[in-house]
């Protein structure tokens, strides 16, 4: 069975960091396309982050940039995302992402694998 566990959410103060990570079980994501999305309540999920197969290319939305940083380890099989400069607008569940059939892509409909995701709230 495979399986997204993410861990490293929690309560911070504006301004804090935390560091998510993304463990896949069940089979190698080493060479697949792997995002972090988020959803605050009675909004969208929103993407994130997104990092390629090969690891040597990222891509952000606006309102993170500078800010989060999204990386992987292969020996792992895990994906991180490092969130500084945390503001209270960044408060939602974080979920993690696989992609077996694409390079990249924005959509949550183009990832095939879904953690059940991890609260992040900031405080003002």
């Known amino acids: 069975q495979v399986q997204l566990i993410e861990s490293g959410g929690g309560v911070v103060q504006a301004g804090g960091s935390l560091r998510l990570s993304c463990a896949a079980n069940?089979?190698?994501?080493?060479?697949?396309?792997m995002a972090w999305f988020r959803q605050a309540p009675g909004k969208e999920r929103e993407f994130v982050a997104h990092i390629r197969g090969s690891g040597d290319s990222t891509y952000y939305v606006d309102s993170v940039k500078g800010r989060f940083t999204i990386s992987r380890d292969k020996a792992k099989n895990t994906v991180y995302l490092q969130m500084d400069s945390l503001r209270p607008e960044d408060t939602a569940v974080y979920y993690c992402a696989a992609g077996l059939h694409v390079l990249f892509t924005t959509t949550a409909s183009g990832y095939n694998y879904w953690g059940r995701g991890t609260q992040v709230t900031v405080s003002s």
């Open positions: 069940g089979r190698t994501f080493s060479n697949n396309a």
